[in-house]
């Protein structure tokens, strides 16, 4: 997969990219805020983030999948929400931009019937919450749905992001604070692709 040494560059590429090719979602000017988005939805290794609603972190998360999957930077993407449901709605806005967007399709083509071979393949995955873009595998999950063991062919996630998995009801009472805590370490902790694999966590204050 490709690399950049320079995560400020290319947090700066992805804002013009989205600037270009979604500007119905990025119409005005990107803040500072964003880009620190960016650079950790990119950076090696796991990370957390928390910030107020209305942040348009889900936007964000939406503009670098869809930018990790045209150039090549993801194998196996799975995004979690508090239900599939959730999860699933956040993908669709993904698979329709690759399907609809004319300005995406005009650059690169109609890249969701390519496989992880890099071939064009009929009767490939393209179902709500579980799809393919450029060879890449979308998967949508709820925070409390199995994950461990979960694989594409040989692949297992290279990057899970976790998105506001918390529910209001849950984060004043221990006992469902500890579940969330199990199911984190014991379960999509070793998810992950022991080599490449990252966890990104984006919480709500």
């Known amino acids: 997969f490709r690399v950049f040494a320079n995560i400020d560059e290319l947090a700066v590429k992805v804002v013009i990219w989205g600037h270009h090719f979604m500007p119905r979602y990025f119409s005005k000017p990107t803040p500072e805020f964003h880009y620190e988005l960016i650079r950790m939805f990119f950076r090696p290794g796991n990370n957390y983030m928390a910030c107020p609603r209305g942040f348009s972190k889900t936007t964000i998360i939406q503009l670098c999948s869809l930018f990790s999957c045209y150039n090549g930077l993801d194998e196996f993407l799975v995004l979690i929400e508090k239900t599939w449901t959730e999860a699933s709605e956040v993908l669709e806005v993904i698979r329709e931009e690759a399907k609809m967007n004319d300005e995406i399709i005009r650059v690169y083509g109609d890249l969701t019937h390519i496989n992880v071979k890099g071939k064009e ?22 925070y409390e749905t199995p994950i461990r063991g979960l694989k594409s062919r040989h692949s297992r996630p290279t990057r899970v992001i976790l998105d506001d998995v918390e529910s209001d009801e849950h984060i004043d009472n221990p006992e469902q604070r500890r579940k969330y805590l199990d199911n984190y370490v014991k379960g999509i902790i070793p998810a992950v692709d022991n080599e490449t694999g990252v966890i990104k966590m984006y919480g709500t204050i």
Do not use: E, M, P, T
């Open 121 to 142: 393949q009929d009767n490939i995955r393209d179902s709500a919450g579980d799809f393919f873009l450029n060879g890449v595998r979308l998967r949508a999950k709820g």
